[in-house]
């Protein structure tokens, strides 16, 4: 099994800056890609940004500009840079990454998720 730990949320005045950082364990053989989705309430969760192990980043429209992923592939370590935060940010905010698992004789793709972490932007 693949295990993803979220820190970094919390509560922050509008334009204000947050951190999150996701770490991924377990028999992990390689990761593909990692990423981040928000869910507010009453709302489907959405994509916020991904980024692949070659350092492709995809991000929604409404958060261009403004958050920036990044990965540390030796530390199966995701972050999300929030800066110029805005109340419509406010959500759980949840890690998620695919790639294989196992061993060098019997591997497994996976696609695991992160318990959430919330992120309140409120003055």
């Known amino acids: 099994q693949v295990q993803l730990v979220e820190s970094g949320g919390g509560l922050v005045q509008p334009g204000g800056s947050l951190r999150l950082s996701c770490a991924a364990s377990?028999?992990?053989?390689?990761?593909?890609?990692m990423g981040w989705y928000r869910q507010a309430p009453g709302k489907q969760r959405e994509l916020v940004a991904t980024i692949t192990s070659g350092g492709s980043t995809n991000y929604a429209d409404s958060v261009k500009g403004r958050f920036t992923i990044s990965r540390d592939n030796a530390k199966n370590t995701v972050y999300l840079q929030m800066n110029s935060l805005k109340p419509e940010d406010t959500a759980v905010y949840y890690c998620?990454?695919?790639?294989?698992?196992?061993?060098?004789?019997?591997?497994?793709?996976?696609?695991?998720w992160g318990q959430g972490t919330q992120v309140t932007v409120s003055s």
């Open positions: 998620n990454a695919k790639g294989l698992r196992g061993s060098n004789y019997l591997r497994f793709s996976f696609d695991s």
């Open positions: 377990g028999s992990i053989l390689s990761i593909n890609s």
